[in-house]
Protein backbone atom coordinates (compact mmCIF):
# COMPACT_ATOMS: atom_id res chain seq x y z
CA UNK A 1 0.00 0.00 0.00
CA UNK A 2 1.47 3.17 -1.09
CA UNK A 3 1.35 6.40 1.26
CA UNK A 4 -1.50 8.46 0.85
CA UNK A 5 -1.93 11.59 -0.95
CA UNK A 6 -4.63 12.80 0.77
CA UNK A 7 -5.44 14.00 4.35
CA UNK A 8 -8.76 12.33 5.84
CA UNK A 9 -10.91 14.26 8.12
CA UNK A 10 -11.74 11.66 11.06
CA UNK A 11 -14.14 12.49 14.36
CA UNK A 12 -12.94 9.98 17.26
CA UNK A 13 -15.16 8.50 19.93
CA UNK A 14 -14.23 7.09 23.34
CA UNK A 15 -12.04 8.12 26.11
CA UNK A 16 -11.70 5.08 28.17
CA UNK A 17 -8.15 2.89 28.31
CA UNK A 18 -8.39 2.11 24.50
CA UNK A 19 -9.89 4.90 23.55
CA UNK A 20 -7.26 6.97 24.82
CA UNK A 21 -5.01 4.38 22.56
CA UNK A 22 -7.22 5.13 19.55
CA UNK A 23 -6.87 8.77 19.93
CA UNK A 24 -3.38 8.85 20.34
CA UNK A 25 -2.55 6.50 17.38
CA UNK A 26 -5.23 8.76 15.28
CA UNK A 27 -2.69 11.78 15.49
CA UNK A 28 0.73 9.51 15.38
CA UNK A 29 -0.65 8.97 11.19
CA UNK A 30 0.79 11.75 8.87
CA UNK A 31 -2.45 11.47 7.08
CA UNK A 32 -5.00 12.34 9.40
CA UNK A 33 -6.77 15.32 10.81
CA UNK A 34 -8.96 15.25 13.81
CA UNK A 35 -11.89 16.79 13.78
CA UNK A 36 -14.10 16.39 16.53
CA UNK A 37 -14.36 14.17 19.52
CA UNK A 38 -18.04 12.36 20.52
CA UNK A 39 -18.30 12.35 24.61
CA UNK A 40 -21.66 11.07 26.59
CA UNK A 41 -20.88 12.59 29.68
CA UNK A 42 -21.97 15.86 29.74
CA UNK A 43 -18.71 16.86 32.04
CA UNK A 44 -16.32 16.39 29.06
CA UNK A 45 -18.37 18.14 26.49
CA UNK A 46 -16.51 21.70 26.07
CA UNK A 47 -13.34 19.88 26.65
CA UNK A 48 -10.14 19.52 24.79
CA UNK A 49 -9.87 15.83 22.95
CA UNK A 50 -6.01 15.45 23.89
CA UNK A 51 -6.83 16.24 27.72
CA UNK A 52 -9.83 14.17 27.89
CA UNK A 53 -7.26 11.49 27.20
CA UNK A 54 -4.86 12.19 28.97
CA UNK A 55 -2.15 12.81 26.03
CA UNK A 56 -0.14 15.14 27.88
CA UNK A 57 -1.25 17.88 25.08
CA UNK A 58 -4.15 20.21 23.94
CA UNK A 59 -4.78 19.03 19.94
CA UNK A 60 -7.25 21.72 19.45
CA UNK A 61 -10.63 19.85 19.33
CA UNK A 62 -13.27 20.35 21.58
CA UNK A 63 -15.26 17.65 22.31
CA UNK A 64 -19.22 17.82 21.98
CA UNK A 65 -22.47 15.12 22.45
CA UNK A 66 -24.16 16.85 19.35
CA UNK A 67 -24.02 13.80 17.07
CA UNK A 68 -25.46 15.99 14.32
CA UNK A 69 -22.93 18.61 14.91
CA UNK A 70 -20.41 15.86 13.75
CA UNK A 71 -22.09 14.80 10.88
CA UNK A 72 -22.44 18.19 9.58
CA UNK A 73 -18.52 18.21 9.84
CA UNK A 74 -18.80 15.67 6.90
CA UNK A 75 -16.00 13.50 8.18
CA UNK A 76 -14.75 10.71 6.11
CA UNK A 77 -14.69 8.28 9.07
CA UNK A 78 -15.39 7.35 12.70
CA UNK A 79 -12.68 5.82 14.65
CA UNK A 80 -15.31 4.39 17.14
CA UNK A 81 -14.25 3.41 20.65
CA UNK A 82 -17.03 3.52 22.46
CA UNK A 83 -18.53 1.27 25.18
CA UNK A 84 -19.64 -2.01 23.06
CA UNK A 85 -20.36 -4.12 26.39
CA UNK A 86 -22.52 -1.91 28.82
CA UNK A 87 -23.64 -0.08 26.17
CA UNK A 88 -24.01 -2.01 22.93
CA UNK A 89 -27.65 -0.75 21.76
CA UNK A 90 -25.75 2.64 22.43
CA UNK A 91 -22.96 1.98 20.24
CA UNK A 92 -24.96 -0.07 17.72
CA UNK A 93 -27.71 2.43 17.00
CA UNK A 94 -24.60 5.26 16.94
CA UNK A 95 -22.82 3.39 14.27
CA UNK A 96 -25.58 2.41 11.96
CA UNK A 97 -26.60 6.39 12.21
CA UNK A 98 -23.19 7.49 11.22
CA UNK A 99 -23.03 4.61 8.32
CA UNK A 100 -26.94 5.97 6.76
CA UNK A 101 -24.93 9.58 6.82
CA UNK A 102 -22.45 8.37 4.42
CA UNK A 103 -19.61 8.15 7.16
CA UNK A 104 -17.44 5.34 7.33
CA UNK A 105 -16.83 3.67 10.88
CA UNK A 106 -13.89 1.58 12.11
CA UNK A 107 -14.81 0.05 15.80
CA UNK A 108 -13.08 -2.82 17.99
CA UNK A 109 -16.17 -2.41 19.88
CA UNK A 110 -19.03 -4.51 18.98
CA UNK A 111 -17.65 -8.11 18.40
CA UNK A 112 -20.68 -10.12 17.64
CA UNK A 113 -20.41 -8.54 14.07
CA UNK A 114 -16.08 -9.58 13.29
CA UNK A 115 -17.61 -12.47 11.09
CA UNK A 116 -20.69 -11.24 9.23
CA UNK A 117 -21.52 -14.58 7.38
CA UNK A 118 -22.08 -15.99 10.61
CA UNK A 119 -23.58 -13.09 12.55
CA UNK A 120 -27.11 -12.32 13.76
CA UNK A 121 -29.60 -11.09 10.83
CA UNK A 122 -31.41 -9.03 12.81
CA UNK A 123 -27.83 -7.23 13.89
CA UNK A 124 -26.08 -7.22 10.20
CA UNK A 125 -29.32 -6.64 7.77
CA UNK A 126 -29.95 -3.40 9.35
CA UNK A 127 -25.86 -2.46 9.43
CA UNK A 128 -25.80 -3.46 5.44
CA UNK A 129 -28.90 -1.08 4.87
CA UNK A 130 -27.30 1.57 6.42
CA UNK A 131 -23.89 1.09 4.42
CA UNK A 132 -26.23 1.17 1.69
CA UNK A 133 -28.15 3.37 2.17
CA UNK A 134 -25.11 6.14 3.15
CA UNK A 135 -22.61 3.89 0.16
CA UNK A 136 -20.39 3.73 3.48
CA UNK A 137 -18.58 0.85 4.70
CA UNK A 138 -17.96 -0.72 8.33
CA UNK A 139 -14.89 -2.30 9.42
CA UNK A 140 -14.85 -4.61 12.79
CA UNK A 141 -11.21 -5.72 14.35
CA UNK A 142 -8.87 -5.23 16.79
CA UNK A 143 -6.21 -7.70 18.49
CA UNK A 144 -8.40 -10.32 19.79
CA UNK A 145 -11.44 -10.47 18.40
CA UNK A 146 -9.03 -9.21 15.12
CA UNK A 147 -5.49 -9.50 14.00
CA UNK A 148 -4.11 -11.99 16.97
CA UNK A 149 -7.06 -14.05 16.46
CA UNK A 150 -8.58 -14.93 13.73
CA UNK A 151 -6.73 -13.29 11.79
CA UNK A 152 -2.67 -14.56 12.48
CA UNK A 153 -4.42 -18.14 12.40
CA UNK A 154 -5.32 -18.07 8.58
CA UNK A 155 -2.49 -16.47 8.02
CA UNK A 156 -0.24 -19.46 9.23
CA UNK A 157 -2.71 -22.09 7.77
CA UNK A 158 -1.26 -20.77 4.39
CA UNK A 159 1.86 -22.55 4.72
CA UNK A 160 0.18 -25.40 6.48
CA UNK A 161 -0.55 -29.53 5.22
CA UNK A 162 -2.07 -32.17 7.79
CA UNK A 163 -3.86 -30.08 10.38
CA UNK A 164 -5.80 -32.13 13.45
CA UNK A 165 -5.59 -29.04 15.44
CA UNK A 166 -5.81 -25.19 15.61
CA UNK A 167 -5.45 -23.48 18.99
CA UNK A 168 -5.63 -19.32 18.87
CA UNK A 169 -4.22 -19.00 22.68
CA UNK A 170 -3.77 -15.64 24.41
CA UNK A 171 -1.52 -15.54 27.65
CA UNK A 172 -1.88 -12.30 29.83
CA UNK A 173 -1.05 -10.12 32.67
CA UNK A 174 -4.35 -8.90 33.42
CA UNK A 175 -3.40 -6.79 36.57
CA UNK A 176 -2.54 -3.44 34.43
CA UNK A 177 -5.59 -3.64 32.77
CA UNK A 178 -7.50 -0.45 34.65
CA UNK A 179 -10.98 -1.25 34.40
CA UNK A 180 -12.00 -2.46 37.48
CA UNK A 181 -15.50 -3.55 36.88
CA UNK A 182 -14.52 -5.57 33.66
CA UNK A 183 -12.08 -7.64 35.48
CA UNK A 184 -14.68 -8.33 38.56
CA UNK A 185 -17.60 -8.75 37.24
CA UNK A 186 -16.93 -10.27 33.68
CA UNK A 187 -13.60 -12.27 34.67
CA UNK A 188 -15.02 -12.93 38.26
CA UNK A 189 -11.36 -11.93 39.89
CA UNK A 190 -11.72 -11.32 43.54
CA UNK A 191 -13.84 -13.31 44.25
CA UNK A 192 -14.58 -16.98 45.01
CA UNK A 193 -13.60 -19.78 43.27
CA UNK A 194 -16.39 -21.40 41.63
CA UNK A 195 -18.43 -17.69 42.03
CA UNK A 196 -20.41 -16.66 38.80
CA UNK A 197 -19.64 -14.44 36.37
CA UNK A 198 -20.25 -13.41 32.81
CA UNK A 199 -17.37 -15.30 31.45
CA UNK A 200 -17.99 -18.72 33.93
CA UNK A 201 -21.58 -19.29 32.53
CA UNK A 202 -20.53 -19.01 28.47
CA UNK A 203 -22.63 -16.43 27.69
CA UNK A 204 -20.03 -13.51 27.34
CA UNK A 205 -17.38 -15.65 25.71
CA UNK A 206 -19.91 -16.81 23.18
CA UNK A 207 -20.93 -13.18 22.46
CA UNK A 208 -17.57 -11.92 21.69
CA UNK A 209 -15.08 -15.07 20.06
CA UNK A 210 -17.76 -17.20 18.72
CA UNK A 211 -17.36 -14.95 15.49
CA UNK A 212 -13.93 -15.63 15.69
CA UNK A 213 -14.18 -19.69 15.47
CA UNK A 214 -16.58 -19.11 12.89
CA UNK A 215 -14.24 -16.77 10.48
CA UNK A 216 -11.43 -19.71 10.90
CA UNK A 217 -13.88 -22.83 9.86
CA UNK A 218 -15.57 -20.56 6.83
CA UNK A 219 -12.03 -19.82 5.49
CA UNK A 220 -11.48 -23.83 5.73
CA UNK A 221 -14.68 -24.26 3.91
CA UNK A 222 -15.68 -26.50 6.60
CA UNK A 223 -19.16 -26.69 8.77
CA UNK A 224 -18.71 -27.46 12.42
CA UNK A 225 -20.81 -29.42 14.48
CA UNK A 226 -20.83 -27.65 17.26
CA UNK A 227 -18.99 -24.92 19.78
CA UNK A 228 -18.30 -25.50 23.22
CA UNK A 229 -17.15 -23.44 25.93
CA UNK A 230 -14.45 -24.02 28.87
CA UNK A 231 -13.97 -22.43 32.11
CA UNK A 232 -11.95 -22.77 34.78
CA UNK A 233 -10.24 -20.79 37.64
CA UNK A 234 -7.71 -20.49 40.33
CA UNK A 235 -6.48 -18.75 43.30
CA UNK A 236 -3.32 -17.02 44.93
CA UNK A 237 -2.06 -18.28 48.48
CA UNK A 238 -1.07 -13.92 48.51
CA UNK A 239 -2.78 -10.81 48.47
CA UNK A 240 -2.48 -9.34 44.80
CA UNK A 241 -2.16 -5.97 44.40
CA UNK A 242 -3.23 -4.66 40.98
CA UNK A 243 -3.77 -1.63 38.74
CA UNK A 244 -7.27 -1.82 39.52
CA UNK A 245 -7.85 -2.93 43.00
CA UNK A 246 -6.59 -5.55 45.43
CA UNK A 247 -7.07 -9.65 45.03
CA UNK A 248 -7.33 -11.41 48.74
CA UNK A 249 -5.53 -14.70 49.05
CA UNK A 250 -7.89 -17.67 48.24
CA UNK A 251 -10.17 -15.78 46.00
CA UNK A 252 -9.95 -15.83 41.92
CA UNK A 253 -6.42 -14.92 40.47
CA UNK A 254 -6.65 -16.48 37.43
CA UNK A 255 -9.10 -18.01 34.82
CA UNK A 256 -8.20 -19.95 31.73
CA UNK A 257 -11.53 -20.02 29.41
CA UNK A 258 -12.77 -20.80 25.60
CA UNK A 259 -14.27 -21.94 23.11
CA UNK A 260 -13.76 -25.37 20.35
CA UNK A 261 -15.12 -25.71 17.17
CA UNK A 262 -16.11 -29.20 16.92
CA UNK A 263 -15.50 -30.91 13.64
CA UNK A 264 -16.18 -34.57 12.51
CA UNK A 265 -16.61 -35.10 16.62
CA UNK A 266 -13.16 -33.81 18.14
CA UNK A 267 -12.34 -30.24 18.90
CA UNK A 268 -10.56 -28.63 16.28
CA UNK A 269 -10.87 -24.87 15.98
CA UNK A 270 -9.94 -23.63 19.62
CA UNK A 271 -9.71 -20.50 21.41
CA UNK A 272 -7.58 -20.39 24.50
CA UNK A 273 -7.37 -17.50 26.94
CA UNK A 274 -5.37 -17.57 29.91
CA UNK A 275 -5.72 -14.40 31.93
CA UNK A 276 -3.63 -13.84 35.06
CA UNK A 277 -3.59 -11.40 37.92
CA UNK A 278 0.60 -12.10 38.25
CA UNK A 279 2.50 -14.40 36.79
CA UNK A 280 2.97 -17.05 39.30
CA UNK A 281 -0.85 -18.02 39.43
CA UNK A 282 -1.38 -21.37 37.73
CA UNK A 283 2.04 -22.51 36.96
CA UNK A 284 0.43 -25.35 35.59
CA UNK A 285 -1.64 -23.72 32.30
CA UNK A 286 0.78 -22.64 29.88
CA UNK A 287 3.23 -19.91 30.19
CA UNK A 288 4.15 -16.92 28.12
CA UNK A 289 7.72 -16.99 26.40
CA UNK A 290 8.04 -13.20 25.71
CA UNK A 291 11.32 -13.31 23.77
CA UNK A 292 12.84 -10.15 24.41
CA UNK A 293 9.90 -7.90 25.46
CA UNK A 294 10.02 -6.58 28.78
CA UNK A 295 7.25 -6.19 30.92
CA UNK A 296 5.09 -8.73 28.95
CA UNK A 297 1.57 -7.79 28.97
CA UNK A 298 0.21 -9.83 26.38
CA UNK A 299 1.21 -12.90 24.09
CA UNK A 300 -1.18 -14.19 21.31
CA UNK A 301 -0.24 -17.62 19.91
CA UNK A 302 -1.14 -19.72 17.05
CA UNK A 303 -0.60 -23.53 17.79
CA UNK A 304 -1.37 -26.06 14.80
CA UNK A 305 -0.70 -29.52 15.23
CA UNK A 306 -0.21 -31.74 12.32
CA UNK A 307 2.23 -32.59 9.97
CA UNK A 308 4.33 -30.44 10.37
CA UNK A 309 3.45 -28.79 13.78
CA UNK A 310 3.69 -24.98 13.78
CA UNK A 311 3.98 -22.17 16.43
CA UNK A 312 3.49 -18.78 15.82
CA UNK A 313 3.69 -16.25 18.75
CA UNK A 314 3.47 -12.44 18.92
CA UNK A 315 4.32 -11.03 22.33
CA UNK A 316 3.94 -7.42 23.45
CA UNK A 317 4.35 -5.17 26.22
CA UNK A 318 4.20 -1.57 26.85
CA UNK A 319 4.62 1.64 24.86
CA UNK A 320 7.34 4.54 25.98
CA UNK A 321 4.25 6.49 26.82
CA UNK A 322 3.43 3.75 29.10
CA UNK A 323 0.27 2.15 27.63
CA UNK A 324 -0.52 -1.30 27.50
CA UNK A 325 0.64 -2.49 24.32
CA UNK A 326 -2.36 -4.59 24.04
CA UNK A 327 -4.53 -1.86 23.86
CA UNK A 328 -2.28 0.36 21.20
CA UNK A 329 -2.35 -2.41 18.82
CA UNK A 330 -6.37 -3.25 19.05
CA UNK A 331 -6.43 0.73 18.37
CA UNK A 332 -3.96 0.47 15.70
CA UNK A 333 -5.76 -1.89 13.29
CA UNK A 334 -8.49 0.25 13.20
CA UNK A 335 -6.79 3.29 12.27
CA UNK A 336 -3.92 1.79 9.99
CA UNK A 337 -6.86 0.78 7.97
CA UNK A 338 -8.63 4.16 7.52
CA UNK A 339 -7.46 4.55 4.22
CA UNK A 340 -8.71 1.48 2.68
CA UNK A 341 -11.93 1.63 4.91
CA UNK A 342 -12.55 4.89 2.76
CA UNK A 343 -11.97 4.02 -0.23
CA UNK A 344 -13.76 0.37 -0.13
CA UNK A 345 -17.06 -0.26 -1.78
CA UNK A 346 -19.82 0.24 0.39
CA UNK A 347 -20.96 -2.52 3.48
CA UNK A 348 -19.53 -4.55 5.56
CA UNK A 349 -15.86 -5.65 5.36
CA UNK A 350 -14.44 -9.00 5.83
CA UNK A 351 -11.12 -8.27 7.09
CA UNK A 352 -9.80 -11.63 5.91
CA UNK A 353 -10.46 -10.68 2.69
CA UNK A 354 -9.06 -7.22 2.87
CA UNK A 355 -5.54 -5.98 1.82
CA UNK A 356 -3.10 -6.21 3.85
CA UNK A 357 -2.15 -3.06 5.09
CA UNK A 358 0.23 -1.02 7.21
CA UNK A 359 1.14 2.07 9.44
CA UNK A 360 2.36 5.19 8.00
CA UNK A 361 3.88 6.63 10.85
CA UNK A 362 7.78 5.77 9.99
CA UNK A 363 10.36 7.48 12.29
CA UNK A 364 13.91 6.94 10.79
Known sequence: MQMSARTYKVVHVGTGVTGKCGLNALLNQPDMQLVGHLVFDP?????????????????????????????????????????????????YNLIKRFLEAGINVGTPSIYAILHSKSADPELIKPLEEACRK??????????????????????????ADEVSEIRMQEIADYSFYDVEWVMREIYGMGKPLGSHSTLSDGSFMRWVW?????????RMGIELDEIRTFFDGAVHDERIDTLWGPIEPGTLAAVRFGLEGIYQGKPLIILDHITRCALDVA??????????????????????????NLDLRLAMGETREGYDAGLTTTANVIVNAIPLIVSHQAGIIDELEFPVYSTRNIKV
Open 43 to 91: AKVGADAGALCELGYEVGVEATSNVDDLIALRPDFINYFGDGQTKFDQS
Open 134 to 159: GNSSLFISGIDPGYASPWLAVGLLKS
Open 210 to 218: TPTINAVAD
Open 283 to 308: PHWPQAKGGEIEKLRHEYTVLIKGNP
